[in-house]
């Protein structure tokens, strides 16, 4: 539900710069959300659980993931 949400917002901040924008921002937070879940289920089963620092690696996967994606369009 969320994701959507997100997804909707940075669609709709991609429009004002035109068409191409849309995909390319709706992609950034496609893929950042894949990367931050791949961290999160390798964490879970390597730890055996989630802590504080393992939320903090994927605030920070998620936006550096999105910010690559971002740059290279």
């Known amino acids: 539900m969320a994701a959507g949400a997100v997804a909707g917002?940075?669609?709709?901040?991609?429009?004002?710069?035109?068409?191409?924008?849309?995909?390319?921002?709706v992609l950034a937070i496609?893929?950042?959300?894949?990367?931050?879940?791949?961290?999160?289920?390798h964490c879970t089963r390597r730890f055996g659980g989630?802590?504080?620092d393992v939320f903090g690696g994927l605030a920070e996967t998620a936006a550096t993931?999105?910010?690559?994606?971002?740059?290279?369009?």
């Open 50 to 52: 989630v802590t504080g």
């Open 9 to 25: 917002a940075a669609a709709a901040a991609g429009a004002a710069f035109g068409a191409y924008d849309v995909v390319r921002t």
């Open 65 to 73: 993931t999105a910010l690559v994606v971002l740059s290279l369009g």
């Open 30 to 41: 496609a893929l950042a959300l894949a990367a931050a879940e791949a961290l999160l289920r």
